[in-house]
């Protein structure tokens, strides 16, 4: 699909997800979900922040359909909703390592 073919309603969505992944703790505990299942206490110390503030961050995560949770008892785990931004950050993971420079010197 185009971006001539997206709604008004459809780029401002596409947007918000962008900005959702802008933040680099929300970024970071993607990317720490992308490829395995993540407990939210084992995301906050893996990460160094409070559990709070990391619930927070989950709370954004899954209600914009990119994390999906999976309680089990007290605990709740949490992975990809699908494929599709996993696969974008892989090209993305990409493409930062294909084309890094070294800072000059």
Known sequence: ????????????????TFGLLSDPTRLSI???CK???????DIADHLGISPSLTSHHLRLLRS??????????????YTMADDCVHSVLDVMIEHLFTHSHPDPV
């Open 1 to 16: 699909m185009s971006q001539a073919k997206l709604t008004p309603d459809q780029t401002s969505e596409l947007a918000d």
């Open 35 to 41: 490829d395995d299942e993540r407990a939210a206490g």
């Open 64 to 77: 914009a359909r990119i994390l999906k949770s999976d309680r089990r008892g007290k605990q709740v785990f």
């Open 30 to 32: 993607v990317i720490a």
